[in-house]
């Protein structure tokens, strides 16, 4: 018999992938988690039925939230990661000697639990000397900190349930709030191909383009995301992500990569014109 998960995207559109078996399922304080193992993903997780990551696609999404800011920032020493609880963006931020330390704030202990468990190489990272792992609500935890970071990751899920908080006007206020005079904030800003998905991109850029005297969106293709197209937002208080940009800098630090260049670094910003149409339209509210 075989046995496939499925998530739908929209109402009339899913994504499905046959299992081999189900290796975890369990219902915590804040959401459904479910990891399966397949034939071409490996091992993915889902939490309340939507995948977060898979072992064959996690390295682009980690890629792009830790490596393009890191390569326009000339000296980050602190870190704040919202959500991160895999460990996969401290892993790649871990690869940077001039870090000194890195705070994860995760929410949901059992999704920590559950990585570390099963997913350890990724996981590894939360038992570094330099990452400190904060089991608490985000927002709350940001609203006790000002001048602290130099670059801030919200790697947290959609926003809905339990997480809408870290998409609101207060959230990225009490970023911009905990950020150093040269801050910069990665978001993931979510796929805009389906109608049912475009508001919730609108309503993110809108905020930020309004909190940050610099707002940029960039892309990724990113298999297992809606339409396999996923945007990211780089929003900063001094360094623009094309101007201040420092390939040779970065390229010089020899850091392997499977899917981040200095080259997709460029094209990354350089979006289709339903997805400038769309953010210009939302900057014309500032």
């Not at 001039?98 to 705070?103: K, M, V």
């Not at 990272?125 to 400190?132: A, D, F, Q, R």
Request: with cysteine; hydrophobic share 35%.
């Amino acid at each position: 018999m075989e046995i496939w998960f499925s998530e739908m995207h929209t109402d009339n559109v899913k994504l499905s992938v046959r299992i081999n078996r189900q290796l975890f399922s369990g219902e915590s304080e804040y959401q459904r988690i479910d990891v399966f193992d397949s034939e071409d993903l490996g091992k993915f997780i889902a939490l309340d039925g939507e995948i977060v990551f898979s072992d064959q696609d996690e390295f682009i999404y980690d890629e792009m939230v830790a490596h393009v800011p890191m390569a326009v920032h000339p000296n980050v020493k602190k870190v704040l990661i919202i959500g991160g609880g895999d460990g996969g963006v401290a892993g790649e931020l871990l690869r940077y000697p001039g870090i000194e330390s890195i705070d994860v704030v995760e929410t949901d202990p059992m999704f920590i639990d559950v990585c570390r468990e099963f997913f350890p190489e990724t996981a590894k990272s939360l038992t570094n000397e330099k990452v400190y792992v904060f089991c608490e609500d985000g927002l709350r935890f940001l609203r006790r900190k000002t001048d602290v970071y130099d670059l801030i990751i919200n790697d947290s899920t959609d926003p809905f349930g339990y997480t809408e908080g870290l998409f609101t006007k207060e959230f990225y206020g009490s970023c911009y709030k905990a950020l150093k005079d040269d801050g910069v904030m990665v978001y993931q800003h979510g796929s805009p191909f389906y109608d049912e998905d475009e508001a919730a991109c609108r309503t993110m850029h809108r905020k930020v383009y309004r909190s940050f005297p610099i707002s940029r969106v960039y892309q990724a293709h990113i298999p297992t995301s809606p339409s396999g197209y996923w945007l990211f937002g780089f929003a900063s208080k001094k360094y623009h992500p094309l101007k201040d940009f420092r390939p040779e800098e970065w390229n010089a630090l020899g850091i392997k990569t499977e899917y981040y260049t200095t080259n997709l670094h460029l094209g990354a910003f350089m979006l289709p014109r339903y997805v400038e149409d769309l953010l210009e339209e939302e900057e014309k509210y500032r």
